[in-house]
């Protein structure tokens, strides 16, 4: 509860710093105080509690991904001074938007109402909305702003009223209660019926097929670094929720709704793949990769009561090699009109160590050892396989194949193919997120405990 506290005020206080004219100093503020809230979180992680009547409940799942998040959005509010340094007006804007973003992500995993959980929602869609129509002199971002509105409200209703039907079937919207009443026999038929559509909503938030339709537009037009939040820090937070909130409702997943786990699962993976490997530019490729990391990380409500753990790993893993990959992205594409493949040949002698960090970052999604991505496939593979759904680790093993042949085609540019530039200087917070983030993943790809059993 004091995380939330803490970061609403540090929202406030960068709008504070703009009035005072202290910009420059909004960057590092933030960087402090938010590692400042990660102490505060991480120090939360034995005592749980409940606060404001059950709203928000502080839990161990709760605190570690609120810590993840905290990380993440560290890395991002580095990367904004460089992105926004042609708008130094409005750069306390677009850190307090990702920090209120933040709060109604941390919102999302520890809620204990379900008001609070689409409160947690809606603060971080409408900040997602801004966020990604904010180049206003862009065509694209406008359009993929609209897109991601248009889409993102449907999601909302279908939640809403998914909401509303597990509410007429329980009489209260506080998780404990409805946890205790959903293992009675005699549940009204609209209570499985609003589960259903609260998933539904969750998907289209995941982007996962076939709800998956928005992603690659939304990504390819927003500004980059929006695009960044988004595969890393949106993602991880709607697998993440909807996880507790199949958990918290007690869902008994029947063998229908484990049949299309297991479909919407390997369409994610195959779909994402196979279309990412006819992909031109970084972004959209990025999209469907994206699409097919859902798929994976759906997986793990196969085996929902003990795979907490396995989620967090691979999570974990999948966002910090998202932010690096995203760093090196950021530079090279700066100034540039697109984000096409093009941009990158070359780079391995031009700059081989952002080149080497872009190259760390697509082997671990790809899934390749020493880095996280490798043993977090490994160990959600494990578990699949032990719950008895081998058909789906086949599909995935496949999958990784195929998404080889699209990460290397972003390798094969960078070491294979001359560059048409001279070599730019890079600012150093370029350098200094791609590096500590792909560090963190070897870190946590040699050493799985770190996390497995945080958990545990």
Known sequence: MNTLIAITGLGVLCLLFE???????????TIIGLLAVLGLTVSEFNSPGSYYNNMIVVSKFSSTFSALFIILTIFLVALSHDFYEDHQTKISDFIAIKIFMLAGAISMVSFGNLAMFFLGIEILSISLYILAASNRLSIKSNEAGM?????????????????????????????????????????????????????????????????????????????????????????????????????????????????????????????????????????????????????????????????????????????????????????????????????????????????????????????????????????????????????IVIAAVINSIISVGYYFKLILAMYGKESNEEAQKVPFVFYAVGVISILLNIVLGLFPSLVMDVLG
């Open 19 to 29: 009035i005072l004219n202290f910009r420059k100093a909004i960057v590092p503020v």
């Open 147 to 391: 897109k991601y509105f248009l889409m993102g409200s449907f999601a909302s209703g279908i939640i809403l009223f998914g909401i509303c039907l597990i509410y007429g079937a329980m009489g209260t919207f506080d998780i404990a209660d409805i946890t205790e009443w959903s293992r009675s026999a005699e549940l009204p038929s609209w209570f499985p019926i609003g589960i259903t559509l609260v998933t539904i909503g969750m998907l289209f938030k995941i982007a996962a097929v076939p709800f998956h339709f928005w992603a690659p537009d939304v990504y390819e037009g927003s500004p980059a670094l929006t695009t960044a939040t988004m595969s890393t820090l949106v993602k991880v937070v709607a697998v993440a929720t909807l996880y507790k909130l199949l958990t918290a409702m007690n869902a008994d997943l029947s063998d229908a709704f484990i049949t299309i786990i297991i479909v919407i699962s390997i369409a994610s993976m195959t779909v994402g793949n196979i279309m990412a490997l006819k992909q031109t530019n970084v972004k959209r490729m990025l999209a469907f990769s994206g699409i097919s990391h859902a798929g994976f990380m759906l997986m793990t409500l196969l085996t929902i009561t003990t795979s907490a753990s396995s989620l967090l790993y691979y999570a974990s893993a999948y966002s910090l090699a998202g932010i690096a990959a995203f760093a090196v992205i950021l530079f090279v594409c700066k100034n540039k009109d697109n984000e096409d493949i093009v941009n990158f040949n070359g780079l391995g002698k031009s700059n081989p160590l952002m080149a080497a960090v872009l190259t760390a970052a697509l082997l671990s999604m790809a899934g390749i050892p020493i880095f996280a991505g490798f043993f977090a496939k490994l160990v959600l593979f494990n578990q699949t396989i032990h719950a008895g759904y081998l058909i």
